[in-house]
């Protein structure tokens, strides 16, 4: 897969944190020697008068903040106001070679921000790149990060994006002194109704649950070279069992799949993925299945 780290798109809010996802984006931009392109909307803020002077003092102030940082590439700084974000945003992922947006993750505010598909949902579920949604502040180092897999989808997609998973968390602890933990959840109870009958044997026992996901595992420890103390199989559903095991393991970063991409149902319902992303106590690394 493309190197996600080549083309940072970072979408600021004009916000008094837009300085703690700056400071996570120039960091990954020092390690891997990133482009980066800063992106703010100012869509239907002001008046059109307003709205230019409010961009050419942000503008002059993201200049100022930077320099104060110590970055030495100068960025591309990309304002909107002429149109709606996600708009702007797309035609930049579709005229560049960005690679991962990161973005800080807004809170929603109100019911009917929950109801209506926002720029957060696109991010998550839309767009095709990952997505970097910063939480805190990363200034310890010797903290985990956690590979999220899903074991109990079979499908060629899922598999390739479980290896895509485990290849940017190692990409990721390479570059720093961080421990890479892979955690694959499980669930032991059938509740099918039915179970298999042979008329000269019986009832068939059920299936060992874990005994499948460990056999499953298999391939992807010897692929990516996995040693036994950092695999963790864990029963119990991902919405419980992520959070647990990132704060088990000191994570500040937790990356994970959404293979259920362009889902209506995920607007009504949500999925695993927009879930994990609000509930999970750290920066959240939100990989998609590859078109």
């Not at 720029?119 to 790149?129: G, V």
């Not at 602890?173 to 892979?182: D, E, R, Y």
């Amino acid at each position: 897969m493309k190197k996600v780290f080549q083309h940072l798109l970072v979408v600021l809010e004009n916000q008094h944190d837009d300085e703690l996802v700056l400071s996570k984006a120039l960091m990954l931009a020092h390690q891997y020697r990133s482009k980066v392109t800063l992106f703010c909307s100012l869509y239907q803020s002001r008046s059109q008068a307003d709205v230019c002077q409010q961009a050419a003092k942000y503008q002059q102030q993201l200049q100022q903040t930077l320099q104060a940082m110590g970055l030495v590439a100068e960025p591309v700084i990309e304002i909107c106001w002429q149109q709606p974000a996600r708009k702007k945003i797309e035609q930049l992922l579709a005229d560049g070679d960005i690679s991962l947006i990161i973005k800080r993750l807004q809170h929603k505010r109100s019911l009917l921000s929950w109801l209506i598909p926002d720029l957060e949902h696109y991010f998550i579920s839309d767009c095709t790149l990952p997505v970097w949604l910063v939480k805190q502040a990363g200034n310890n180092t010797e903290l985990s990060i956690l590979a999220c897999l899903d074991l109990g989808n079979n499908s060629e997609q899922q598999h390739s994006l479980n290896h895509d998973i485990l290849t940017i968390g190692e990409q990721i602890v390479q570059q720093s002194t961080q421990q890479l933990h892979v955690l694959n959840c499980y669930q032991a109870d059938d509740y099918s109704m039915s179970l298999p009958y042979d008329s000269n044997l019986g009832f068939a026992p059920l299936p060992d649950i874990q005994l499948q996901h460990t056999l499953k595992l298999k391939p992807y420890i010897e692929a990516h070279h996995l040693p036994a103390d950092i695999i963790h199989l864990s029963e119990g559903l991902p919405d419980d069992e992520v959070p647990k095991a990132v704060l088990n393991y000191q994570c500040q970063l937790a990356i994970i799949g959404n293979a259920h991409q362009h889902e209506f149902s995920s607007v009504l319902f949500g999925n695993t993925a927009q879930y994990l992303s609000r509930h999970t106590p750290c920066d959240v690394l939100i990989i998609k299945q590859a078109d």
